[in-house]
């Protein structure tokens, strides 16, 4: 079954669902729903077995691989031409590395051990026949791991001719109006939307700006705390346990031995998730409705990312924390601590910056509640004027996230760090469903299911200081 007799096919099933669910006939539709979750699976099925035909494909030359590309294109094989290209791109990699095998530049070990170059982590490579021969500058090839403060997640998805269409201003609003109400800006569009067992699912193109949007919100991204693309659940990143001491030494004399320990801190992908509904109204009227929906997705993800990643989770009824969530930046026994005194204003958080830098870090961010913000803010001198905070504060970049916690008993929680001593892992970016359930039926209702998969861990705990207790 080619491409376009499944989507004829299914754009004459969704045609006749769409036609029972307004004639009522609740049962009948969800046969019909079978009959297009049926006609999904098997062209997924036929899909992955083609796939698999080029997985293992090898080539004389490069103009075997051109000569049968030519053919697929000229039959309109489109999406065979895709898997003939990914096979290739494979087998010339892997000539590539035999090729630098021979030449004794095979790479022998990955490891993600982050290094501030011109502001920008990078992931450093070591060679076999070298351990000197590290690229750790822009002019030389890196292979980058992470994901600074600049880039977009969105850069990192390959956008295809086909979902070109999903990656222009307005696109969300059209997917999400093109499914409740049948009526689709263009087929184009339509075409380019997959449905799943359980839902619609929100291309990745759309939902990538969701998670993109939320860094610009969220204390840890906006800070600039790089993050790492997860492909699998889990991932190992090195961090510095001691640092190496360097001295002088006379002519002649054996210089004192120096190490530097290693170990490994290991993030594990943890699944932030929600789902909420909306009235079928609010979404055929809106004018806004793109701009409404990222912005409430984007916010409430902020909210969670900064919330587990600062404090984990806790179960009140065990007193322990959720295993399920990050264990959160707070909790980590090996940051360092401060424990504010009361009236002391500024004077916590210089401490703090000093325990940073009595660790060799540099603290830039400053991270405080808004009722820390006022409390600072409202600083006076005796004869009544305004108190500009101290210079080593003046030059940190101050974030003000309410996510990290007031008491009016205890006092408020702050956090002075250096954002490349903590790092983020995203595995699978963001997934957005549109769901059918029988609350959206009986009530006229749209739901949405959102979730990513995340965790956050202190590369450099002695580059981190919280502080406790901040009052007036």
């Excluded at 006939?25 to 035909?53: C, G, H, S, T, Y």
């Excluded at 530097?260 to 979404?283: P, Q, R, W």
């Amino acid at each position: 079954m080619t491409k376009e007799e499944y989507l004829a096919k299914r754009e004459t099933l969704m045609n006749e669902a769409e036609k029972l669910v307004a004639t009522g006939k609740i049962d009948e539709f969800q046969m019909k729903k079978k009959e297009i979750e049926e006609l999904d699976d098997l062209f997924r099925n036929e899909k992955v077995a083609v796939k698999e035909k080029y997985e293992n494909m090898t080539f004389t030359n490069k103009q075997d691989y051109e000569e049968l590309r030519a053919n697929l294109v000229n039959e309109r094989r489109y999406e065979e031409v895709d898997f003939l290209d990914e096979a290739f791109e494979s087998y010339a990699k892997e000539q590539t590395d035999r090729q630098a095998l021979s030449l004794g530049k095979k790479v022998a070990n990955l490891y993600a051990r982050s290094q501030n170059v011109e502001g920008k982590v990078i992931a450093t490579v070591n060679f076999n026949n070298s351990s000197n021969n590290i690229l750790n500058s822009q002019e030389e090839k890196s292979m980058s791991v992470f994901l600074n403060k600049g880039e977009k997640m969105l850069d990192r998805i390959t956008i295809d001719q086909e979902s070109q269409i999903l990656n222009q201003e307005g696109a969300l609003a059209d997917v999400v109006r093109g499914m409740v109400t049948g009526k689709w800006a263009s087929s184009a569009l339509k075409n380019a939307i997959t449905t799943t067992a359980t839902g619609t699912l929100i291309p990745e193109v759309l939902s990538s700006k969701v998670i993109d949007m939320a860094r610009n919100l969220s204390l840890f991204t906006q800070a600039g705390v790089p993050i790492a693309p997860m492909d699998t659940n889990n991932i190992k990143i090195s961090r510095i346990k001691t640092d190496p001491v360097f001295a002088f030494k006379a002519e002649g004399e054996a210089a004192k031995e120096s190490n530097f320990e290693l170990d490994d801190v290991t993030l594990n992908a943890k699944t932030c998730y929600g789902y909420a509904y909306v009235s079928l109204e609010a979404i055929k009227s809106s004018q806004n409705l793109e701009s409404i929906l990222y912005k409430v997705f984007a916010e409430a993800m902020a909210q969670a990312i900064d919330e587990g990643m600062l404090y984990g989770q806790y179960n009140t009824s065990s007193s322990t924390y959720e295993s399920f969530a990050p264990s959160g930046i707070m909790n980590d026994a090996s940051i360092n601590t401060i424990t504010a005194t009361a009236g002391a204003g500024y004077d916590d958080i210089i401490k703090a910056i000093g325990k940073v830098r009595g660790g060799n870090g540099t603290p830039t961010v400053l991270g405080i509640n808004s009722n820390t913000e006022e409390l600072f803010s409202l600083l006076k001198t005796q004869d009544g004027q305004y108190l500009a905070a101290p210079k080593a504060v003046q030059d940190m970049q101050t974030i003000v996230s309410n996510q990290l916690k007031h008491d009016d008993s205890s006092g408020d929680d702050a956090l002075v760090f250096d954002p490349y001593a903590m790092i983020i892992g995203i595995q699978n970016n963001i997934q957005i469903k549109i769901i059918e359930d029988k609350e959206c039926l009986q009530k006229g209702l749209v739901g949405f299911q959102i979730y990513a998969m995340l965790d956050c861990k202190a590369t450099h705990p002695k580059h981190i200081c919280k502080v406790t207790g901040i009052k007036a």
